[in-house]
């Protein structure tokens, strides 16, 4: 049978970029696709989508207006829209982009390959954006790539509500996976070359997955997973606080395997916002929550995201956000200008900040957690760094990169690929704007 040839453009989150290995992994199991990174050699071109930042409708049909030049000369190629506009937007993707062959959710791209013969052979258009319960995990095949670290998403949905987020009116509710399942896939990876597993959820420290017919705990998952042969690492991404657990803390002291380095959104670092954004923590309490994980684990570094802008923002409120990043001094971070999401309640908010005010204050939002970011980057020069061999720099053949227990990018002079896979000790030499460089020891 002759392949036919796949291309996927992924926006937005980790989430998403699971989700696309997964189409690439279904399509070429049930209809014989492969991957091409050409656009113009491809019979099925697949864009999924993000909804979280404003414009991002517009992102989308910017895409497909590219994308239609290509199917004027071709117009055997189909193009298929995913992911959480798709989900938002269903059918008026169609209506306004009749160029489009086929519009599927998060929770029903297991249903691509059927819906892509559908169209085929009837030359009807095709929406799907149900919300069918962990069925789709049935149906995805195994990752079997040969992988330094792979993602295994555990559960889908969110049950939070937060004022300015659209995920539980594009992903759903919360629905845990079985833990079994999830184990046998993890262990499935191990057997292939996983050292580290990174397990996904838009609320993920809220999993309560099936195990001997009661429901487990994210901590109890960890636990059985660092039991399995060849999980040197495991990592977990996003939590929420509110959901943070005493169990899931006691965890760090457990388990070496769960590595030292957490995501930890706190969106703002004033109640009075917090409040209106629906978090359902006090920053007193995100503080003691930080607190209680270095008790454990003193070495922890933090990650956050954060939303600057937000309707009513004001000066003080931006001030006691800056205080709270000179407090925990994150390692990392996200840093967005508040956008508004349709179907929130915080879109109803009236937005009296302007734009000149909200770029002011991401500017020096962003210039500070780069100096704290880049602080710990310097820290580590001259220090040996354990970690993972991930695969060949992609600005540079003649360079390998790993990522340190804190998820740093190490690039390093080599051409021994069989490292790849492996735990090694690197010295570090320089602090990068990204990454650090660093040499074989």
Same mark, same amino acid.
């Not at 009116?169 to 993890?186: A, C, N, W």
């Not at 969106?267 to 007193?284: F, H, T």
């Not at 570094?301 to 006691?320: A, L, N, Q, R």
């Given at each position: 049978?002759?392949?036919?040839?796949?291309?996927?453009?992924?926006?937005?989150?980790?989430?998403?970029?699971?989700?696309?290995?997964?189409?690439?992994?279904?399509?070429?199991?049930?209809?014989?696709?492969?991957?091409?990174?050409?656009?113009?050699?491809?019979?099925?071109?697949?864009?999924?989508?993000?909804?979280?930042?404003?414009?991002?409708?517009?992102?989308?049909?910017?895409?497909?207006?590219?994308?239609?030049?290509?199917?004027?000369?071709?117009?055997?190629?189909?193009?298929?829209?995913?992911?959480?506009?798709?989900?938002?937007?269903?059918?008026?993707?169609?209506?306004?982009?009749?160029?489009?062959?086929?519009?599927?959710?998060?929770?029903?791209?297991?249903?691509?390959?059927?819906?892509?013969?559908?169209?085929?052979?009837?030359?009807?258009?095709?929406?799907?954006?149900?919300?069918?319960?962990?069925?789709?995990?049935?149906?995805?095949?195994?990752?079997?790539?040969?992988?330094?670290?792979?993602?295994?998403?555990?559960?889908?949905?969110?049950?939070?509500?937060?004022?300015?987020?659209?995920?539980?009116?594009?992903?759903?509710?919360?629905?845990?996976?079985?833990?079994?399942?999830?184990?046998?896939?993890?262990?499935?990876?191990?057997?292939?070359?996983?050292?580290?597993?990174?397990?996904?959820?838009?609320?993920?420290?809220?999993?309560?997955?099936?195990?001997?017919?009661?429901?487990?705990?994210?901590?109890?998952?960890?636990?059985?997973?660092?039991?399995? *042969?060849?999980?040197?690492?495991?990592? #977990?991404?996003?939590?929420? /606080?509110? !959901?943070?657990?005493? &169990?899931? @803390? $006691? +965890?760090?002291?457990?388990?070496?395997?769960?590595?030292?380095?957490?995501?930890?959104?706190?969106?703002?670092?004033?109640?009075?916002?917090?409040?209106?954004?629906?978090?359902?923590?006090?920053?007193?309490?995100?503080?003691?929550?930080?607190?209680?994980?270095?008790?454990?684990?003193? *070495?922890?570094?933090?990650?956050?995201? #954060?939303?600057?802008?937000? /309707?009513? !923002?004001?000066?003080? &409120?931006? @001030? $006691? +956000?800056?205080?709270?990043?000179?407090?925990?001094?994150?390692?990392?971070?996200?840093?967005?200008?508040?956008?508004?999401?349709?179907?929130?309640?915080?879109?109803?908010?009236?937005?009296?900040?302007?734009?000149?005010?909200?770029?002011?204050?991401?500017?020096?939002?962003?210039?500070?957690?780069?100096?704290?970011?880049?602080?710990?980057?310097?820290?580590?020069?001259?220090?040996?760094?354990?970690?993972?061999?991930?695969?060949?720099?992609?600005?540079?053949?003649?360079?390998?990169?790993?990522?340190?227990?804190?998820?740093?990018?190490?690039?390093?002079?080599?051409?021994?690929?069989?490292?790849?896979?492996?735990?090694?000790?690197?010295?570090?030499?320089?602090?990068?704007?990204?990454?650090?460089?660093?040499?074989?020891?």
């Amino acid at each position: 049978m002759t392949s036919k040839k796949l291309y996927i453009k992924t926006h937005g989150c980790q989430m998403n970029e699971y989700d696309s290995a997964k189409i690439a992994d279904l399509l070429a199991d049930e209809d014989n696709f492969e991957l091409t990174t050409n656009e113009h050699e491809a019979d099925l071109m697949v864009l999924n989508t993000c909804s979280i930042r404003e414009k991002a409708q517009e992102k989308v049909f910017h895409q497909i207006g590219r994308w239609k030049k290509i199917k004027d000369k071709n117009p055997n190629l189909k193009i298929a829209i995913g992911g959480c506009v798709a989900s938002q937007e269903g059918e008026k993707i169609i209506k306004r982009a009749p160029t489009v062959d086929i519009v599927f959710g998060p929770q029903s791209l297991h249903k691509l390959p059927k819906l892509y013969n559908e169209r085929v052979n009837n030359e009807t258009r095709q929406v799907d954006i149900s919300f069918p319960k962990l069925e789709k995990f049935s149906y995805l095949p195994q990752n079997s790539k040969d992988e330094p670290s792979a993602f295994v998403s555990i559960m889908e949905g969110c049950n939070k509500y937060c004022s300015f987020c659209v995920v539980p009116h594009t992903r759903g509710h919360e629905v845990s996976r079985p833990v079994q399942e999830i184990l046998e896939e993890v262990s499935m990876l191990a057997d292939n070359g996983a050292r580290e597993i990174h397990f996904l959820g838009q609320n993920v420290n809220n999993f309560n997955g099936m195990l001997d017919g009661e429901k487990s705990t994210l901590a109890k998952l960890i636990e059985l997973t660092a039991k399995i *042969e060849n999980v040197d690492r495991i990592r #977990f991404t996003t939590s929420h /606080p509110f !959901e943070f657990k005493d &169990d899931l @803390i $006691e +965890t760090y002291d457990r388990v070496p395997e769960l590595v030292s380095h957490v995501h930890l959104p706190v969106q703002s670092g004033s109640d009075r916002i917090l409040k209106l954004m629906r978090r359902r923590y006090e920053i007193k309490q995100y503080y003691e929550l930080v607190d209680k994980i270095v008790e454990v684990r003193p *070495e922890m570094k933090f990650s956050s995201d #954060f939303i600057v802008g937000f /309707p009513g !923002e004001t000066d003080e &409120d931006f @001030i $006691e +956000t800056m205080s709270v990043v000179e407090k925990i001094r994150f390692d990392e971070s996200f840093s967005f200008i508040y956008s508004p999401r349709p179907n929130t309640p915080a879109a109803e908010m009236e937005d009296n900040v302007s734009d000149s005010i909200k770029k002011e204050r991401l500017q020096e939002l962003q210039s500070k957690l780069y100096y704290f970011s880049n602080g710990y980057s310097r820290k580590m020069v001259g220090t040996s760094q354990r970690i993972l061999v991930m695969g060949v720099s992609k600005k540079d053949p003649g360079q390998l990169y790993g990522r340190t227990v804190c998820n740093k990018v190490v690039n390093f002079t080599s051409q021994n690929v069989d490292l790849i896979g492996q735990f090694i000790n690197i010295q570090i030499v320089e602090a990068l704007p990204n990454s650090l460089k660093g040499n074989l020891k």
